[in-house]
T-cell receptor, first 111, second 113 residues
Framework: QKEVEQNSGPLSVPEGAIASLNCTYSDRGSQSFFWYRQYSGKSPELIMS????GDKEDGRFTAQLNKASQYVSLLIRDSQPSDSATYLC???????????FGTGTRLTIIP | KAGVTQTPRYLIKTRGQQVTLSCSPI?????VSWYQQTPGQGLQFLFE???????NKGNFPGRFSGRQFSNSRSEMNVSTLELGDSALYLC????????????FGSGTQLSVL
C-alpha cells in the first residue's frame, strides 16, 4: 500500500462545474498536507496547504482534511480549462519531516 | 528573485555510465530536496539536504547519492546507470521548515540507453 494514494484519473469535468480530487494516506504520523498542481511538461507548484481538520478556502479552491478517516480532498469550484493539470497530494510526517507525494490525479476540464 | 535552477535540462547516457546533476536553490533557501518522477511511480523522494547535511533519505539504492555545498547548491550523482533510471529528476528548495512550500526547478530529463 502506498503511503499517499490518489486515483490516477483521468478525471473529466465540464467547465463551470465542481472538480473533486481525493487523497488518502496510511501514515498516522502525517500532520501536514499539501496540494500541488503540475501542468504537462512543467514542475509542480503549491496551490493549497492544510494542517487542521475541516475546510480551508482560497479563492476557487477548498481543501478538506479528515484526520480520523485519513482523507484529504481538494475542491475546485467554477472549473476552468486552465485548471486542466495533474494534481499531486502530499503529506509530511511530523516525526521525520519527510514529505511523501501521491502519484497524482490528471484533471481535464471540458469546455 | 531567481528561481530554482537545474542543469543540465536534458541528458542522454548509456547503461553503466554515471551522471551528476546540479541544483541551485533560491537565494536564502537552505534546504534542497531531490525527487525522481516517472509516469508509473509519480514523484518519489530521493533525499533532502539542509545546511550541508543529509536530513532525510528515500528508499533508493546506494547508486544514488548527493551532497550540498556551503552556498546551498546541491549535486546528485547516479553511478552505474540502469535503463530504469530514465526519469525526470526534480530539485526543490525551501528555507528548511517541514511545513514550508517547496519551490521546484524545471528538472533534468535523464534518458538511459
Amino acid at each position: 500500500q502506498k503511503e499517499v494514494e490518489q486515483n490516477s484519473g483521468p478525471l473529466s469535468v465540464p467547465e463551470g462545474a465542481i472538480a473533486s480530487l481525493n487523497c488518502t494516506y496510511s501514515d498516522r504520523g502525517s500532520q501536514s498536507f499539501f496540494w500541488y498542481r503540475q501542468y504537462s511538461g512543467k514542475s509542480p507548484e503549491l496551490i493549497m496547504s492544510i494542517y487542521s481538520n475541516g475546510d480551508k478556502e482560497d479563492g476557487r479552491f477548498t481543501a478538506q482534511l479528515n484526520k480520523a478517516s485519513q482523507y484529504v480532498s481538494l475542491l475546485i469550484r467554477d472549473s476552468q480549462p486552465s485548471d486542466s493539470a495533474t494534481y499531486l497530494c502530499a503529506a509530511v510526517n511530523i516525526l521525520n519531516e519527510k514529505l511523501t507525494f501521491g502519484t497524482g490525479t490528471r484533471l481535464t476540464i471540458i469546455p | 528573485k531567481a528561481g530554482v535552477t537545474q542543469t543540465p535540462r536534458y541528458l542522454i547516457k548509456t547503461r553503466g555510465q554515471q551522471v551528476t546533476l546540479s541544483c541551485s536553490p533560491i537565494s536564502g533557501h537552505r534546504s534542497v530536496s531531490w525527487y525522481q518522477q516517472t509516469p508509473g511511480q509519480g514523484l518519489q523522494f530521493l533525499f533532502e539536504y539542509f545546511s550541508e547535511t543529509q536530513r532525510n533519505k528515500g528508499n533508493f539504492p546506494g547508486r544514488f547519492s548527493g551532497r550540498q555545498f556551503s552556498n546551498s547548491r546541491s549535486e546528485m550523482n547516479v553511478s552505474t546507470l540502469e535503463l530504469g533510471d530514465s526519469a525526470l529528476y526534480l530539485c526543490a528548495s525551501s528555507r528548511g521548515q517541514s511545513n514550508e512550500k517547496l519551490f521546484f526547478g524545471s528538472g533534468t530529463q535523464l534518458s538511459v540507453l
